[in-house]
């Protein structure tokens, strides 16, 4: 799993409670995982069609740097699912686990179209392999 992302969480971020609001987690889930999306199926038209069951795990406070893990399990037809996990950046300590976040990648219609990929990959061997048959 790759954790690309760190967030430090601000006042702004905050519940009631002052700790983490959850919609603000999700919101930075839900953006974190349609990058990914977008980046494994190259098609910057990705929607978030399901998310499994989330569970709290703890909580985070202001302060504390976060970062988001993000780790495609299944390649469908028109869908990818994702695996996440957010932890806190100095510790590890798990604040979320989401077991499955899925997209479909849409034509320009909106329809539900097929993106021909099947496992994980990286922009960097792309981009050398584009540059190998442009050689
Ligand atoms: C995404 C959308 C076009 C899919 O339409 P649909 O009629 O469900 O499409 P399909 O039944 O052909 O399913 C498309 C893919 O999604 C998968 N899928 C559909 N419902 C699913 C569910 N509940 N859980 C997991 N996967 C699901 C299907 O298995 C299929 O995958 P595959 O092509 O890899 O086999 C439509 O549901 C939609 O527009 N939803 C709103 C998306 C959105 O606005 N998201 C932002 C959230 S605010």
């Not at 069609?49 to 202001?62: D, H, L």
Request: include cysteine; proline fraction near 3%.
């Amino acid at each position: 799993m790759n954790f690309h992302t760190r967030k430090w969480v601000k006042p702004e971020d905050l519940n009631a409670h002052g700790t983490l609001f959850g919609g603000s987690l999700l919101r930075w889930i839900d953006e974190e995982a349609a990058i990914y999306a977008i980046v494994q199926l190259e098609n910057p038209r990705c929607v978030t069609k399901y998310i499994s069951e989330i569970n709290f795990m703890s909580s985070a406070k202001q302060g504390d740097i976060i970062e988001l893990g993000m780790k495609a399990t299944h390649f469908g037809k028109s869908s990818l699912t994702i695996t996440c996990e957010v932890r806190k950046k100095l510790t590890h300590e798990t604040i979320l686990k989401i077991d499955k976040i899925v997209f479909v990648s849409l034509d320009e219609n909106g329809k539900p179209a097929p993106h021909g990929k099947t496992q994980i990959e990286y922009v960097s061997d792309r981009l050398a392999d584009r540059n190998e048959s442009e050689e």
